[in-house]
């Protein structure tokens, strides 16, 4: 049973975040498309019950909009359970963490985003922590210095990171368990999206949502946002029905070619061309599109190299043959390339 919230999808007040936050799922049964990583963790709750002890800790790791943050709050629903949330870079100091651990109810599942960014000083506190529920610590120096140590109410802690090989080894292997999202296929993203406009309170036709799912990039929080928009000119000039001729003037708008491409990935490819062949290193690609070196490493390339487009290499960045295709230009001759 779902608890009793303020909001209700498909009412205006609250804008765009309280939408998303509607549309995520409520627990297992509505967590769709990473069916394989529900199984382990229903054992692992039906054991942790039966022994009356916390879960072990998780980490969840994959690429942005996979649904690491919405496992977390299905989790804790699931377990019935507080559920406190954070982020590695709002930790900065050892006593943010402390004052966190601290007030934790027993059984709370602490879930911090990014963990990846946590202060080194910040994470050997979570040692302890998480190995015995006590933060030891101590206070002034030399002679008169005193070890405190401070026991924890039993929690889980649930860490999720886009960049798992940022993690220190003994940090990392205090994780009892590791899960890792993929993304998701075409018929998983097909079910979010009828889903999603149900609880948006939209007519989604057949068509459309199999085009929706196919330039999702395979990944929900992507088709969440595709669907928000033609919601918006469905509401405005379809009477609230999603057909594939609403999706296809969203695409015009958002710029949105028919290989799913947007203004960032051209950009970027539009930039490898203009070295003609030639490698382009992460920062004068960065330079040259005008975004950000993360950005483009975790948000834009890893869509763009699944596709065949663009390729990775100790030199530089490339484009494929199929790179070139994408941008109806001829590949340079591979005696350039290979000079270059």
Known sequence: MRPPSSFEPGVSEGGEVDFERGLQPQDFSEFLGQENLLEPLRLMIRAALEREETVEHLLFTGLPGLGKTSLAMALAKELGAPLKMTSGPAL???KDLVGILS?????????????????????????????????????DAGVHARLLKL????????????????????????FGHH??????SESALAQILVRSAQLLRIKLDDAATAILAD????????????????????????????????????????????????????????????AAGRPLGLKNLGVAVGEAEDTIAEVIEPWLIRQGLLQRTPQGRLLTPEGWLALGQAPPPLSDSAEA
């Open 92 to 94: 900065s100091r050892a």
């Open 179 to 184: 899960l890792r999202f993929e993304p998701y």
């Open 103 to 139: 007030q934790l109810e027993k059984g709370t599942l602490l879930f911090i985003d990014e963990i990846h960014r946590l202060p080194t000083e910040v994470e050997e506190y979570l040692y302890g922590a998480m190995d015995r529920f006590q933060i030891e610590w101590t206070f």
């Open 215 to 274: 330039h999702s990039r395979g990944t929900p929080r992507v088709a969440n946002r595709l669907l928000r928009r033609t919601r918006d000119i469905a509401q405005l000039e379809n009477d609230n029905h999603v057909d594939e001729a609403v999706v296809k003037r969203t695409f015009s708008l958002l710029e949105i070619d028919a290989r799913g491409l947007e203004r960032p990935d051209r950009r970027v490819l539009e930039a490898l061309a203009q």
């Open 151 to 174: 026991d924890l109410q039993p929690f889980t802690l649930v860490g999720a990171t886009t960049r798992e090989a940022l993690l220190t080894p003994p940090f990392r292997s205090r």
